[in-house]
């Protein structure tokens, strides 16, 4: 009975065990082809512009080597050469007994790095590289067939190029001061009306929180055109401003999202303080707003993010003003420009998204818990 | 008994018998003062526009010619509803747009979610931040990474299903993922899986509070994983199912991005992509018709909220309120 039992358990044991290797398997698959994307763009933006352009280019990257020779420059090709009985031919032989040089195969023939010199079409002279003295190879056969010799070049300079090319520190200058700027403004000005509305009597308060929940699912397009008119006609448009001064009159999420917070703090502080004399601002200040902290972090976060990655306001109010583009504006026109080289546009890309990245990766844990405080707690 | 005490206490104080009524006032006046700036910030950036915007659509103004302002009445709105085909099926392209990627991204959303939720699964967080990550990518940029990998010469997919799969995929002749308008939906619907981290986040919050009693329960009276799915976990999660959907909803009325920076909204291919954030852009921005534009945004408005309507209406039939009797 007792020796059933354990048998039971250890099988129980051996398929866990099993399932966990699956599953955990089965979960690393679905997260490499769900990146997959990324590890494209990384190594796209490492690649020549000339491998881009080349049929029959490796995917990872790497340049196509060439041959200094008389002062003149080589391609450098893969020659397979073997004898008819698909044999390699040691180098050196004589150029007659050659046969077509597809008969080598993967094994069967030697290659040669040679590089091309003189090109026919059914022939061509080489001269090989690592011994350039013994003069000019004469080999039969199409030299379109054969292949570059390709090996792996990363182009690290490419970053450079994109950074300077997309005018890389003014974006981010504008897009840090913009994402800086409001965040502050906005989590500040949504704390004090998220204190306002947890703390407060406030007539209609329920009619009135009802009506900042329902900003949050307003479509922008709605209250836009207005607003641009407004915009345009006291010169707003082509500068900043309309994007910023906005952020100073808080928000719907963030308001929520404190207020959410801020109802989960004992009263008991406050009462105290108070009972010691503090006014309402003075409370909020110096009682409030220290016990909040993750929250404050969390708005801050979820603002900062949704800064760096706005779109459709900058697009819209700064058109036509390419010193004041912000970066994903600004990657939209340089991708405008230089669409056929998709190395830049996917150095470029990175670019944008390694600061959000790196932000994201040290405040995950505040970030994530964040995001279910809003999103379950409904 | 409680409750009832806590509503109509001020700050916790035990309720006096005769209302303080002076500093009942001094409270409100200070909770007036703390919701100004929003009190201000409605007025301004949402209540005046939002009737403005009415205002508009009753004019005709386009912004290369500001002096020209003409009321035209109900002009603008007989164009979108008769005249303009354009609006009607721009319409149409953003519900059948919806009808493939809100399902699709909601049930990616919940198998990412009951993935990382499963016990058997070792290293899950750091799999779930890397599920996360790609939502950190500006819109731009991911849409610029996935243009390159989709692309039907030089991108992985093809390439990948071609050697793998042994189908012809690459070249003029393969799939053509954003050139072909049968194809262009489920192109955008795979883009949009990069943003699942949200949504993952969220369901996998609403999974780990189901009690494990119902589980225990179901596996005693012999359930197995597909029954214990769509009879306990499903139902249980459906509010955060329905908070999803209401944010993919209003999202999808104003889904511009990945059109505008893929084909500059020009609607490519063959219009499919006109959606109809992309032709109120069209007729605002590059057009500068904001009059008409803004009879459009009052129609994205409108149809909003009826979808709103009809999904909170819909609720009562499928969500499940823990809180709620039977």
Redesign the interface.
């Given at each position: 009975m007792v020796n059933k039992l354990n048998e039971l358990r250890s099988s129980k044991k051996v398929r866990?065990g099993f399932?966990?290797f699956?599953?955990?398997s089965?979960?690393?698959l679905?997260?490499a082809i769900?990146?997959?994307?990324?590890v494209?763009?990384i190594v796209?933006s490492l690649k020549t512009d000339n491998q881009?352009t080349t049929l029959g280019a490796p995917?990872w990257p790497a340049s196509a080597r060439t041959f200094e020779y008389d002062g003149r420059t080589y391609d450098i090709f893969r020659v397979v050469e073997c004898d008819a009985d698909d044999n390699p031919i040691p180098w050196g032989h004589d150029a007659d007994s050659l046969t077509t040089p597809d008969c080598g195969g993967l094994f069967g023939g030697a290659v040669y790095n040679w590089a091309l010199v003189n090109r026919q079409r059914e022939s061509a002279e080489f001269i090989d590289p690592d011994n350039p003295e013994a003069g000019l190879i004469t080999w039969q056969g199409r030299w379109r067939t054969l292949e570059r010799d390709w090996v792996f070049d990363a182009q690290w300079s490419n970053y450079l190029k994109a950074w300077d090319t997309i005018k890389f520190p003014r974006l981010l200058a504008n897009t840090l001061v913009y994402a800086l700027i409001t965040t502050v403004a906005v989590v500040g000005?949504?704390a004090?009306?998220a204190?306002?509305?947890a703390?407060?009597?406030?007539?209609y308060?329920n009619v009135?929180f009802m009506?900042?929940i329902a900003?949050i699912?307003?479509?922008?397009?709605?209250?836009?055109?207005?607003?641009?008119?407004v915009f345009?006609q006291i010169g707003w448009v082509g500068t900043w401003l309309p994007l910023i001064v906005?952020a100073?009159?808080?928000?719907g999420y963030n308001?929520f999202l404190l207020r959410q917070f801020f109802m989960s703090i004992p009263?008991?502080m406050?009462?105290a303080a108070?009972i010691d004399g503090a006014g309402?601002m003075r409370t909020?200040v110096s009682v409030i707003l220290p016990q909040s902290v993750p929250a404050l972090v969390a708005a801050s976060l979820f603002h900062f993010?949704f800064a760096?990655?706005h779109?459709?306001e900058p697009?819209?109010y700064l058109?036509g003003s390419p010193d004041k583009y912000p970066?994903?504006?600004g990657?939209?026109a340089f991708?405008?420009l230089y669409s056929q080289q998709?190395n830049l546009?996917?150095a470029?890309?990175?670019i944008?998204?390694i600061i959000?990245?790196i932000?994201?990766?040290f405040a995950?844990r505040v970030f994530?818990q964040g995001?279910?405080f809003t999103?379950?707690d409904? | 008994m409680t409750t009832a005490i806590g509503r109509k206490t001020i700050l916790g104080f035990p309720r006096q018998r005769k209302p303080n009524s002076s500093l009942l006032r001094y409270r409100q006046k200070w909770g007036w003062i703390f919701i100004t700036p929003w009190l201000i910030g409605f007025s301004l950036f949402y209540f005046l526009p939002m009737v403005a915007s009415f205002g508009f659509s009753l004019v005709s103004f386009n912004l290369a010619t500001p002096d020209q302002i003409e009321f035209v009445g109900a002009d603008n709105w007989r164009r979108a509803f008769v005249d303009d085909p354009e609006v009607l099926a721009s319409f149409i392209k953003t519900f059948r747009f919806s009808a493939i990627t809100l399902p699709a991204g909601m049930i990616f959303a919940i198998f990412v979610a009951l993935l990382m939720n499963s016990k058997h699964v070792h290293g899950k967080i750091f799999m779930r931040t890397l599920f996360y990550a790609p939502v950190m990518i500006p819109g731009v940029a991911a849409t610029l990474i996935w243009s390159g990998v989709l692309n039907e010469q030089t991108g992985w997919v093809n390439m990948l299903l071609q050697n793998i799969f042994g189908i012809q995929a690459v070249g003029v002749e393969g799939i053509r993922w954003l050139q072909n308008p049968q194809l262009i939906y489920y192109t955008y619907t795979l883009m949009g899986f990069w943003g699942v981290g949200n949504a993952m986040i969220i369901i996998l919050a609403g999974l780990q509070g189901v009690p494990t009693e119902l589980y225990e329960a179901a596996e005693i009276d012999g359930a197995n994983y597909w029954q214990r799915l769509f009879k306990i976990t499903l139902p249980m999660i459906s509010p955060v199912i329905f908070y999803n959907l209401i944010i993919g909803v209003i999202g999808l009325m104003q889904y511009f991005l990945v059109p505008y920076v893929l084909n500059g909204g020009d609607g490519s291919p063959q219009g499919a992509t006109r959606f109809i954030a992309v032709w109120f852009y069209k007729q605002s921005f590059a057009f500068f018709n904001m009059g008409y534009g803004a009879t459009i945004a009052w129609m994205i408005f409108l149809v909003g909220i009826a979808l709103t309507i009809a999904l909170f209406g819909s609720a009562r039939y499928w969500v499940y309120y823990s809180g709620s009797e039977d």
């Amino acid at each position: 009975m007792v020796n059933k039992l354990n048998e039971l358990r250890s099988s129980k044991k051996v398929r866990e065990g099993f399932n966990g290797f699956a599953l955990t398997s089965f979960g690393i698959l679905v997260v490499a082809i769900f990146l997959m994307p990324l590890v494209y763009g990384i190594v796209t933006s490492l690649k020549t512009d000339n491998q881009i352009t080349t049929l029959g280019a490796p995917w990872w990257p790497a340049s196509a080597r060439t041959f200094e020779y008389d002062g003149r420059t080589y391609d450098i090709f893969r020659v397979v050469e073997c004898d008819a009985d698909d044999n390699p031919i040691p180098w050196g032989h004589d150029a007659d007994s050659l046969t077509t040089p597809d008969c080598g195969g993967l094994f069967g023939g030697a290659v040669y790095n040679w590089a091309l010199v003189n090109r026919q079409r059914e022939s061509a002279e080489f001269i090989d590289p690592d011994n350039p003295e013994a003069g000019l190879i004469t080999w039969q056969g199409r030299w379109r067939t054969l292949e570059r010799d390709w090996v792996f070049d990363a182009q690290w300079s490419n970053y450079l190029k994109a950074w300077d090319t997309i005018k890389f520190p003014r974006l981010l200058a504008n897009t840090l001061v913009y994402a800086l700027i409001t965040t502050v403004a906005v989590v500040g000005s949504s704390a004090l009306v998220a204190y306002g509305f947890a703390r407060y009597p406030i007539p209609y308060k329920n009619v009135l929180f009802m009506i900042v929940i329902a900003t949050i699912i307003l479509p922008g397009a709605v209250t836009l055109i207005p607003q641009y008119a407004v915009f345009n006609q006291i010169g707003w448009v082509g500068t900043w401003l309309p994007l910023i001064v906005p952020a100073f009159f808080a928000n719907g999420y963030n308001i929520f999202l404190l207020r959410q917070f801020f109802m989960s703090i004992p009263k008991e502080m406050e009462e105290a303080a108070m009972i010691d004399g503090a006014g309402p601002m003075r409370t909020f200040v110096s009682v409030i707003l220290p016990q909040s902290v993750p929250a404050l972090v969390a708005a801050s976060l979820f603002h900062f993010f949704f800064a760096w990655n706005h779109f459709f306001e900058p697009l819209v109010y700064l058109a036509g003003s390419p010193d004041k583009y912000p970066i994903t504006v600004g990657l939209t026109a340089f991708n405008n420009l230089y669409s056929q080289q998709t190395n830049l546009i996917q150095a470029a890309s990175l670019i944008s998204a390694i600061i959000p990245l790196i932000v994201f990766f040290f405040a995950q844990r505040v970030f994530l818990q964040g995001i279910v405080f809003t999103g379950v707690d409904k | 008994m409680t409750t009832a005490i806590g509503r109509k206490t001020i700050l916790g104080f035990p309720r006096q018998r005769k209302p303080n009524s002076s500093l009942l006032r001094y409270r409100q006046k200070w909770g007036w003062i703390f919701i100004t700036p929003w009190l201000i910030g409605f007025s301004l950036f949402y209540f005046l526009p939002m009737v403005a915007s009415f205002g508009f659509s009753l004019v005709s103004f386009n912004l290369a010619t500001p002096d020209q302002i003409e009321f035209v009445g109900a002009d603008n709105w007989r164009r979108a509803f008769v005249d303009d085909p354009e609006v009607l099926a721009s319409f149409i392209k953003t519900f059948r747009f919806s009808a493939i990627t809100l399902p699709a991204g909601m049930i990616f959303a919940i198998f990412v979610a009951l993935l990382m939720n499963s016990k058997h699964v070792h290293g899950k967080i750091f799999m779930r931040t890397l599920f996360y990550a790609p939502v950190m990518i500006p819109g731009v940029a991911a849409t610029l990474i996935w243009s390159g990998v989709l692309n039907e010469q030089t991108g992985w997919v093809n390439m990948l299903l071609q050697n793998i799969f042994g189908i012809q995929a690459v070249g003029v002749e393969g799939i053509r993922w954003l050139q072909n308008p049968q194809l262009i939906y489920y192109t955008y619907t795979l883009m949009g899986f990069w943003g699942v981290g949200n949504a993952m986040i969220i369901i996998l919050a609403g999974l780990q509070g189901v009690p494990t009693e119902l589980y225990e329960a179901a596996e005693i009276d012999g359930a197995n994983y597909w029954q214990r799915l769509f009879k306990i976990t499903l139902p249980m999660i459906s509010p955060v199912i329905f908070y999803n959907l209401i944010i993919g909803v209003i999202g999808l009325m104003q889904y511009f991005l990945v059109p505008y920076v893929l084909n500059g909204g020009d609607g490519s291919p063959q219009g499919a992509t006109r959606f109809i954030a992309v032709w109120f852009y069209k007729q605002s921005f590059a057009f500068f018709n904001m009059g008409y534009g803004a009879t459009i945004a009052w129609m994205i408005f409108l149809v909003g909220i009826a979808l709103t309507i009809a999904l909170f209406g819909s609720a009562r039939y499928w969500v499940y309120y823990s809180g709620s009797e039977d």
